[in-house]
């Protein structure tokens, strides 16, 4: 499955909060610092908690509204249609809970981190803890395919060098992969809860220790019970599984569409001599893309639009990633550093162009 998808691991294992210390202790800081400086006298790092409260209430009442209309249908196949808002409202959970996790919402690391149990456990039945780790590592190194769990080779693979030895399926889904890329984003939303149950289940899982395993599998549970529950007490179990199906494909579409175009085709570090040395602000912004666009942009791809400043400055609140782009798109043309920004189809084409490219040498073999 493609994954989907804060610069260092935080103590408590949530995303991280702290915005450009480490970077400078690593390296860069003197391209990195003028502007973490811009940005804390801009004020665009402080929290926009009643920001997120109100996007938060609002979601519930979409998802109440979902639940009700469910209810009063009751077994029909006009139900069915309900399926495509509540797939809406459930990338908006995810996204609360990537925020939550990046610490954006909230100062108080345990109130970050009840959001996002909410948001990524209970409501959508993906564990917390298992991407948390993944994110983690993302942030880290993007783009690097010895150490950024995204782009390790999987379903899909993102270096000619990793098409080695792909054999039978996995060989023909690589002939394929820019194809398949958004078909096979349908099963994304599934993926994720399989993932956590995974983690779960594993000795070698992210959970610190045994109380925080049975929370999150607890909240998962209840995630699993709750939704069939929910569709085998309102519609047939026909109607159910149609409705799960176009609810579960749509979300991973949306969710794909959200974090595909985001470092796809971008630089990886680990093809350059040097691109293990590079500082924090050469390493998110050369591996990152940003997509034009307006206010519909915004709330579609939960503000992932803004990728470099996101990578940049991951505890930055989403409604302050816009004001931060013209600082950041300023000190890049004043280090000479490239910042790509390109269109919501061409950001699709580019990142495709490169999944048909890396597929090309067993197509040519073939």
Same mark, same amino acid.
């Given at each position: ?10 103590? $408590? ?5 702290? $915005? ?5 202790? @690593? ?27 109100? #996007? ?25 249609? &309900? ?8 990338? @908006? ?6 925020? !939550? ?5 909230? *100062? =108080?690391? @345990? ?12 409501? &959508? ?7 948390? $780790? ?9 783009? /690097?395919? =010895? ?6 080779? $999987? ?12 054999? #039978? ?15 096979? +984003?349908?099963?994304?939303?599934? !993926? ?11 000795? =070698? ?26 569709? &085998? ?18 979300? *991973?579409? /949306? ?24 500082? /924090? ?5 050369? +591996?990152? @893309?940003?997509?034009? *666009? ?6 579609? &791809? ?17 409604? /302050? ?20 920004? +390109? ?24």
């Amino acid at each position: 499955m493609p994954q989907a998808t804060a610069t260092l691991t935080a103590p $408590d294992r949530s995303l991280p909060a702290p $915005d450009g210390n480490s970077a400078t202790r @690593r390296g860069g800081g003197s391209e990195f610092a003028p502007l973490l400086r811009t940005v804390k006298e801009q004020g665009l790092l402080e929290r926009r908690s009643g920001w997120y409260a109100r #996007g938060i209430a609002v979601n519930f009442l979409g998802l109440a509204a979902v639940v009700a209309g469910l209810v009063l249908l009751g077994p029909s196949w006009w139900a069915l249609p &309900l399926a495509v808002p509540l797939a809406l409202l459930s990338a @908006r959970v995810a996204f609360v809970g990537h925020d !939550a996790g990046h610490s954006q919402i909230s *100062g =108080d690391r @345990r109130r970050n981190r009840i959001i996002q149990l909410v948001h990524a456990n209970l409501l &959508l039945g993906m564990s917390q803890e298992w991407w948390n $780790d993944k994110h983690n590592r993302h942030h880290a190194n993007p783009n /690097h395919l =010895d150490k950024d769990p995204d782009v390790a080779a $999987d379903i899909l693979v993102f270096a000619q060098h990793q098409t080695t030895g792909r054999a #039978g399926f996995r060989r023909w889904l690589t002939r394929h992969q820019a194809w398949l890329f958004f078909p096979l +984003t349908t099963l994304e939303g599934i !993926a994720l809860k399989v993932y956590g149950f995974q983690a779960l289940f594993s000795k =070698d899982g992210p959970y610190k220790n045994r109380r925080e395993r049975l929370v999150e599998g607890a909240l998962l549970l209840a995630h699993v019970v709750g939704y069939a529950t929910l569709l &085998l007490t309102t519609l047939t179990v026909g109607q159910a599984l149609v409705f799960a199906l176009i609810h579960q494909m749509l979300l *991973g579409l /949306h969710l794909g569409m959200a974090f595909a175009p985001n470092h796809k085709g971008m630089e990886m570090p680990d093809a350059h001599p040097d691109g293990d040395s590079w500082g /924090h602000l050469r390493r998110q912004v050369l +591996t990152s @893309r940003n997509i034009r *666009g307006g206010l519909l942009t915004d709330w579609f &791809l939960g503000g992932l639009n803004y990728q470099i400043e996101h990578h940049l400055f991951p505890s930055m609140p989403r409604p /302050h990633l816009r004001l931060a782009q013209p600082a950041v798109r300023a000190h890049c043309r004043t280090v000479g550093i490239p910042y790509t920004e +390109t269109g919501f189809v061409e950001s699709y084409r580019q990142a495709l162009g490169h999944l048909h490219e890396v597929g090309e040498p067993l197509r040519s073999a073939a």
